[in-house]
Nanobody
Framework: QVQLAASGGGLVQPGGSVNLTCTAS????????MAWYRQAPGKQREWVAV???????NYADSVKGRFTISRDNRENTMFLQMNNLKPEDTAVYYCNRATTWATPNPVFSWGQGTQVTVSS
């Protein structure tokens, strides 16, 4: 199983931006879809954004227009550009291989997440 690790989180003020990186231990070329997920304190983990081969992207309603997912198969990395952050975006963010772009269920066991805290 390819190991996936998220990084790039931190403390940011409301309205600020953060760019998260997902680094894979092996090739992601054969992964049809990959996604970002997050888990806020006391809440279930939820998907945030998904990227599928062919450039198909899909976003949760709560982040549409603010977050952008991208992927670089040559570098085995995926990114999440997060703009206009809100306190409710505070969570631990994870990346994973996903089943489909429409219903991005996670495929692998969870790897390292990265904390994003939005607070003034």
């Amino acid at each position: 199983q390819v190991q996936l690790a998220a990084s790039g989180g931190g403390l940011v003020q409301p309205g600020g931006s953060v760019n998260l990186t997902c680094t894979a231990s092996g090739s992601i070329n054969t992964f049809y879809a990959m996604a970002w997920y997050r888990q806020a304190p006391g809440k279930q983990r939820e998907w945030v954004a998904v990227h599928a081969n062919g450039g198909i992207t899909n976003y949760a309603d709560s982040v549409k227009g603010r977050f952008t997912i991208s992927r670089d198969n040559r570098e085995n990395t995926m990114f999440l550009q997060m703009n206009n952050l809100k306190p409710e975006d505070t969570a631990v963010y994870y990346c994973n291989r996903a089943t489909t772009w429409a219903t991005p269920n996670p495929v692998f066991s969870w790897g390292q997440g990265t904390q994003v805290t939005v607070s003034s």
